[in-house]
């Protein structure tokens, strides 16, 4: 299939779950963000939607995927596409700065049907998981991953680090571990790690999915010294299998969602803040089985 004609196919799967969902799915938006990454579609795995609960998520569906080759920085075909707007910010230096001086694996990209183009991961080979002490060297990375780093530490997710993805439009950076300690799941140890960042008390939800997460990941940003957000997620390929009741919400939204491959996946996350919890749903248009999950 020619890169136009893949692009084509996303634009129709995203205008069709935008459709579905009562959004509004702008061409103009939409159109530029394919346009830029058209040589990925052939070998981008996954492809997925994803949709979250709470007021600071109505009205927007995300699409994400992952590019190729995976040696190629997507960032800088943002900026020439004027995806997103040139900054003197660090954010704008800190993909840059990973990719001197890390391995790089692979790279994916995140955007919404409403709010654009959003953020880009960087991620590592599952075999080598990189060490957080080395990354808090990074000219560019916001001071309080440094000022956390003793919380990493004590709960053994120091090299542990499988993705960072640095969000454009809202200027944080999301830390991703993977082959996370499984007493990092346990009720009591939730508990404990929220109340150490001071985050509010984790719900029944929270605690129930801790038991069937398969890695966590913070937020954080360049204007405070705090953790952000503290969130999981579990996999699944049958939504009724899950330790908790999925929302209408995210159920309408799981329904609406074309799908292009033989077995559907989905990854539903829960997020702590200070603001409170809430939940997310991704859900894949097409999923390769190798593929490393997150949300």
């Known amino acids: 299939m020619s890169e136009t004609s893949e692009a084509d196919e996303i634009y129709s799967a995203v205008a069709e779950t935008a459709g579905r969902l009562g959004i509004a799915c702008s061409r103009d938006k939409v159109w530029p963000i394919l346009s830029a990454y058209g040589d990925a579609f052939a070998h981008a ?5 994803r949709m979250a609960t709470g007021p600071q998520h109505a009205g927007d569906v995300d699409c994400r995927f992952i590019t190729h080759p995976k040696d190629q920085n997507p960032y ?13 910010h660090p954010v704008g230096a800190l993909l840059a700065d990973i990719e001197e001086r890390f391995p790089v694996d692979g790279y994916g990209i995140d955007f919404g049907v409403v709010s654009g183009f959003t953020k880009v991961y960087a991620g590592f080979a599952p075999a080598g998981l990189q060490k957080l002490s080395e990354l ?3 000219p560019a990375m916001p001071d309080s991953l440094a000022g956390n780093f003793d919380f990493f530490a004590r709960h053994g997710l120091d090299d542990k680090v499988a993705f960072v993805a640095v969000d454009y439009l809202h200027r ?6 993977n082959d996370v300690p499984a007493e990092c799941f346990e009720a009591d140890r939730v508990r404990q790690m929220l109340r150490e960042i001071g985050l509010p008390e984790p719900s029944d939800r929270m605690l ?14 360049w204007d405070s010294p705090t953790i952000e957000r503290f969130s999981f997620g579990v996999t ?8 908790v009741t999925v929302e209408p919400q995210l159920e309408t939204f799981a329904r609406s969602v074309p799908y292009g491959g033989a077995d559907r996946k989905f990854v539903y996350g829960v997020a702590a803040a200070a603001e ?4 997310k749903l991704e859900t894949h248009y097409k999923w390769n089985p190798g593929a490393v999950a997150f949300i």
């Open 45 to 49: 795995m996954p492809l997925a939607f």
């Open 76 to 88: 800088p075909a943002a900026l020439s596409a004027g995806l997103t707007p040139k900054t003197d």
């Open 136 to 138: 808090i060297d990074i």
């Open 172 to 177: 944080t950076v999301n830390v991703y571990f």
């Open 208 to 221: 129930r999915l801790g038991s069937r997460a398969f890695g966590l990941y913070t937020t954080l940003n």
């Open 236 to 243: 699944t390929t049958d939504l009724s299998s899950l330790p």
């Open 276 to 279: 409170g919890e809430y939940c």
